[in-house]
């Protein structure tokens, strides 16, 4: 069975500085690894995602996220933290292209000004 | 940009009634998909949807819910029976083949 783990409720950070939201996952197979992102009262936004080749992967708002596979991880990243990156990140896995997204928990992530 | 739609967006109803929940899928897709958020937990899946017929569903997707496309442009969940811990934010989404999974602003749904 698929399954995610964001081990971290919150992560705070000051504008300007670097974010990491951690995501690991298991599944047996090649996973297919998504970001998403949820505002107040609003619904899933895509951020990016991994399929395949380079393990590090551009999305949106300048978000980037890096696959490793011998750590089984798919961090998301950016260099520099604004106020309106503040929401609820999601990561999610699905073993092939239509096949049902398992999410994890959520990560809340505060940038404070 | 196409979008997925879901109405309406909020839903309060009372403990045993009936309620559907709606969405127009972006046009050219083929997957639909429903998922479900109670508060402060994971997003879970539901159910999903392909060439008019169920394709996968989870265990939460009991007897008391059923999932339609009664023309070309919509997708319904209905409960048949609402109980307390069904109040939740669902979520529709769609995808075209293999490729990425959009999702509408949801449903919240309460129920009294």
């Known amino acids: 069975a698929q399954s995610v783990a964001q081990p971290e409720d919150q992560v705070n950070v000051a504008e300007g500085n670097p974010l990491t939201v951690k995501c690991t996952y298991s599944?047996?197979?090649?996973?297919?690894l998504f970001w998403y992102v949820q505002y107040p009262n609003r619904g899933l936004q895509f951020l990016l995602k991994y399929i395949t080749g380079d393990n590090l992967v551009k999305g949106s708002y300048g978000f980037e996220a890096e696959f490793n596979k011998s750590q089984t991880s798919f961090h998301l990243k950016k260099p520099s933290a604004l106020v309106s990156d503040s929401a609820l990140y999601f990561c999610?896995?699905?073993?092939?292209?239509?096949?049902?997204?398992?999410f994890g928990k959520g990560t809340r992530l505060s940038v404070i000004a | 940009e196409p979008e997925v739609t879901q109405t309406p967006s909020h839903q309060v109803t009372q403990m045993g009634q009936e309620v559907i929940l709606r969405c127009v899928p972006i046009s050219n897709h083929l997957y639909f998909y429903w998922y479900r958020q109670i508060l402060g937990q994971k997003v879970e899946f539901l159910v999903s949807?392909?060439?008019?017929?169920?394709?996968?569903k989870s265990e939460i997707f009991d007897d008391q819910f059923s999932v339609e496309r009664p023309d070309g442009s919509n997708f319904t969940l209905k409960i048949r029976s609402t109980k307390l811990e069904d109040s939740a934010m669902y979520f529709c989404?769609?995808?075209?083949?293999?490729?990425?999974?959009?999702f509408g602003s949801g449903t919240q749904l309460s129920v009294l």
């Open positions: 599944v047996s197979g090649n996973p297919y």
């Open positions: 989404a769609s995808s075209e083949a293999s490729r990425d999974t959009f």
């Open positions: 999610a896995v699905r073993l092939s292209g239509n096949t049902p997204l398992v």
């Open positions: 949807f392909y060439n008019n017929e169920i394709s996968e």
